[in-house]
């Protein structure tokens, strides 16, 4: 089956550690976006790729980072510098870009990861 | 996240009809989409509207479209316990392809 999967689906984290979530994509899709999630807050875009080897900073990209060496792969890492890293996390992917951005784009989500802090 | 707002709570009973309201700033919007998120998981796609489009049918979904106002609603008809959720709608623009989320409306079934 093709779909979008993240791990670990719960993670915890200590003060001072960074932690990695895992996102892997067998749709073939070319972008890759990641959301934070928090109560009554609604989705906010963190990083996205268009495509491999290149990726954005979104509206929240403040103490995280992320790699896209792989089509298939968008890992998210939490730094120490992220103070408040407790939310839920959403892995997305699409087709991408195209014809200008005129043809629907739908994104598919992963089933999310619960980031909590110890 | 502000450029497209959505009220926080809907409760309605089983079997009467559910609708969703969206309003959004950006004209150049090309494709407007509601999103389901049951408790814990991703979102789920359930259906999407171009925007030279009035309404969209699909099984027990209706999109209505009010480009002029900017006004995006969906009407979900004989609602079901199982359709207990949160509901995002979301837009993408012609200059490019992020997505713009609306807050969310939690619908709450009551038996």
New interface residues.
């Given amino acids: 089956d093709g779909g ?1 999967t ?1 791990s670990p689906k719960y993670l915890f984290r200590k003060e001072g550690q960074n932690v990695t979530l895992s996102c892997e994509q067998n749709l073939n899709h070319d ?1 890759m ?1 990641w959301y934070r999630q928090d109560p ?6 963190i990083y ?1 790729s ?1 495509i491999v080897n290149d990726f954005q900073k979104g ?1 929240i990209a403040e103490g995280y980072s992320v790699s896209r060496e792989k089509k298939e792969s968008f890992p998210l890492t939490v730094t120490s510098a992220q103070k408040n890293p407790t939310a839920f996390y ?1 892995c ?1 992917s ?1 087709i ?2 195209v014809a ?3 043809a ?9 990861t ?1 980031l909590s802090v110890l | ?1 502000e450029d497209v707002e959505q009220s ?1 709570f809907l409760s309605v009973r089983e079997g009467d009809s559910s609708v969703i309201n969206c309003t959004y700033t950006d004209s150049s919007s ?2 407007l ?1 509601w ?1 389901k998120q049951e408790p ?6 359930l259906t ?1 509207i ?1 925007s030279n489009m009035d309404m969209k049918q699909d099984q027990r979904l209706t999109v209505l479209l009010n480009k002029k106002d900017k006004h995006l609603s969906l009407r979900i008809a004989d609602t079901q316990t199982g359709d207990s959720a949160i509901y ?1 709608c ?1 837009e ?8 713009y ?4 409306t939690s619908l709450t079934v009551i038996p």
């Fill in positions: 979008i993240q972008a976006y009554g807050q609604g989705l906010r875009l996205y268009q509206d959403l997305a699409s991408g870009s200008g951005g005129l629907k784009n739908i994104q598919y989500f992963g089933a999310g619960r | 996240g926080l090309t494709y989409y999103y814990g998981a991703g979102l789920q796609l999407y171009f995002f979301a993408t623009r012609i200059t490019g392809n992020q997505f989320f609306g807050t969310g």
